[in-house]
């Protein structure tokens, strides 16, 4: 864990890097090594691993790229100023407390205003004149001049990763600072893939709707709290700026764009200016290997054109990639878990304990919270107001346990399943709003939502079973084998029946759980969960990726009519002759043989240390046949 300077805003990307080297957590990689496919190889290596950062001096452009900056528990708290994650979450209680204090006297009202000060301190000041950022001006724009990442064999094309982009709101002028992937198309334009739940696509229907141009300014680099503000699911009006003086514990200072109307970090690495024409017509983007693990498909975003780069002297170009978890993203997500658990405290759920994000889940897929229980139906409570709370409204699967349990103890939180959830009642089933990147959901986001109260039941709530536990009348796959079963594993110490199945009609899945309830060859209670013929039984962490990404709960969950207390689960891939299902199904992230053939053979060479072999390897047998899109 760093220790030194946790109060410091770094003046510069060499700064932080210079500060990794110094704690021994940066690897420098001297040989060329090229932005496309290879970096990605390289680095999804090492972030596997638990292993450094990664700056690559050569990558045949004038700039370095660094990646996995901040992949680590030590790096992360350092890029954001603190001595652990939970820091920040102390720091908003308290400064909360002293808000939010009864003032009844002159005196007491008083007192806050060193708080105000405080406050006041953290806010982003424009500069006059030209920032560091600002340094070098291109003297025509060329994209191609920047080393961007081509992350995945089946990636639409390059794409810059780690882009802060800027907009405003056309009424109110209020700033947003978001992160959105961009798909470089030529010298001078990109795509912008704008969420339909995101700040910036309201900001384009606005200009859309005056019929203006939408001004956008891109920055890349420079002090990396940054680069996590842009990704913190504020509140619209709250600016992300505000957010990274605060935890840098000094204000962020802006400089104006050279040619459009926006301001953006003086120490930033590269500026991109430039704009969007809502009037154009929209262009074709992706696909993308994204943070699913899963690609996400083509489909039609914005334009971004631009009409100006400037660039720090010796200025570096900062990157990441997205895929199988767990990746670089994955730490990000737990900084913002263990920072808004006190604001959703204070200002929604005071019986809130704690929330844990679970990597396998990519952020939204599967949530565990802890709850002070204070009456009948509490957890349910909780679910709701948590789904209607925010980025929360993107979650699929919502676990709610007692005050006592971990929830980051994964083994505390499937034993406090097992033991308090009486599955014919203790299951809840919502329908909302989804991530766009949810291939699973029974239309594009919009699908349904699953949540388990695993709390401990109270009087007037229906009490569980002294505890699930699953019987098997011998091996029952070997009595339906031809149903399509390849085989089954009942998972050791939980009551849990995975089947590799292989698809081959309507209700297949279905008709198959009934027929081994209906003749008793799987007896008690807990849950059968049906997997593709591909996929492998032996890592569970893999096994709970794979069924979190590929069900909707209310299609896919569901119990027999003879046992409510057994559930099915169809983690199968869904088919439109099959299962009415009108979405194309895309395929897994992996890198291809001959890139991981490629790095192989050059790890030594490149100084990169003990061999890692490549965790695309495992993953190879189980993609499915085409490219991004499976076939």
């Given amino acids: 864990m760093f220790t030194e300077n946790l109060d410091m805003a770094y003046k510069s990307i060499d700064d932080f890097i210079s500060q990794l080297e110094k704690q021994g957590e940066l690897l420098r990689v001297k040989g060329y090594v090229s932005p496309n496919l290879e970096i990605t190889e390289i680095a999804d290596r090492f972030v596997k691993e638990g292993g450094s950062a990664l700056l690559f001096e050569n990558t ?48 007491d009202k008083l007192k806050i205003l060193p708080t105000l000060s405080e406050v006041s301190a953290w806010i982003p000041t424009v500069k006059k004149g030209r920032g560091a950022c600002q340094e070098v001006v291109m003297e025509s724009p060329d994209l191609k ?53 995101k700040n910036s696509a309201r900001h384009y229907q606005q200009y859309k709707s005056s019929g203006k141009r939408m001004p956008v300014a891109v920055a890349l680099g420079g002090d990396p709290v940054y680069t996590y503000a842009a990704t913190a699911p504020l509140p619209d009006q709250i600016d992300e700026y505000l957010l990274a003086g605060f935890l840098r514990r000094r204000k962020v200072e802006l400089v104006k764009c050279l040619t459009c109307d926006l301001e953006v970090p003086s120490d930033a690495d590269f500026i991109l200016e430039g704009y969007v024409d809502p009037a154009e017509e929209l262009a074709w983007e992706g696909p993308f290997g994204d943070h699913t693990g899963y690609y996400s498909l083509a489909d039609f975003y914005p334009v971004f054109h631009v009409t100006c780069i400037t660039h720090r002297m010796k200025a570096v170009y900062p990157a990441t990639i997205v895929g199988i978890p767990p990746m670089e993203d994955g730490w990000i997500g737990k900084a913002t878990e263990r920072l808004f658990i006190m604001p959703i405290r204070l200002t929604m759920l005071p019986e809130l304990i704690d929330m844990g994000m679970p990597v396998e889940g990519v952020f939204h897929n599967i949530v565990v919270v802890s709850i002070k229980k204070q009456f009948p139906g509490h957890a349910a ?132 759980f009934e027929r081994w309830i209906s003749n008793d060859l799987v007896k008690g ?24 990404n590929n069900i909707d709960p209310l299609r896919d969950v569901f119990s027999s009519q003879k046992n409510n207390q057994i559930i099915c689960v169809n983690a199968t891939r869904k088919y439109p002759q ?14 291809s043989k001959e890139v991981i053939a490629t790095i192989d053979s050059k790890w030594s060479a490149l100084g990169l240390g003990d061999f890692i072999d490549s965790p695309s390897r495992p993953f190879l047998e189980e993609l499915y046949k085409g490219g991004a899109i499976a076939e």
């Fill in 381 to 512: 409570r909780v679910m709701s107001a948590l789904w209607g709370a925010g980025q929360m409204m993107f979650n699929k699967i919502l676990v709610v346990v007692d005050a006592d349990v971990d929830v980051h103890d994964y083994s505390a939180v499937a034993e406090s399943i097992v033991r308090n959830t009486n599955l014919a009642e203790d299951l809840h089933y919502s329908k909302g709003p989804m991530d766009v990147l949810d291939h699973a959901s029974r239309r594009f986001a919009y699908g349904s939502k699953l949540g388990i109260d695993a709390t401990t039941k109270w009087t007037g709530e229906i009490q569980s079973e002294p505890s699930m536990a699953l019987y098997l009348a011998g091996n029952p796959f070997q009595k339906i084998e031809a149903d399509g079963v390849i085989d089954v594993t009942l998972l050791s110490g939980l009551p849990i029946l995975v089947v590799r199945f292989r698809r081959f009609a309507t209700d297949d899945v279905r008709d198959c």
């Fill in 578 to 591: 099959w299962d009415n299902f009108d979405r194309d199904w895309p395929n897994i992230v992996t890198m």
């Fill in 145 to 197: 001049k920047l080393p961007v990442l081509t992350c995945w064999p089946h990636d639409g094309g390059p794409f810059i990763t780690l882009p802060l982009v800027h907009t405003k709101d056309a009424e109110t002028g209020v700033r947003n600072l978001g992160m959105y992937r961009m798909q470089v198309f030529s010298e001078k334009t990109t795509g912008m893939h704008w969420h339909l739940h």
């Fill in 525 to 548: 209670s807990g849950w059968v969960v049906f997997v593709e013929e591909g996929v492998s039984l032996e890592r569970l962490a893999y096994l709970v990726w794979r069924i979190a």
């Fill in 60 to 107: 045949g452009t004038d700039f370095p790229v660094l990646i996995n900056s901040l992949a680590s528990d030590s790096r992360i708290c350092h890029a954001l100023g603190l001595s652990d994650l939970d820091e920040a979450g102390r720091r908003i209680a308290e400064l909360m407390a002293k808000l939010m204090a009864p003032a009844p006297g002159f005196i």
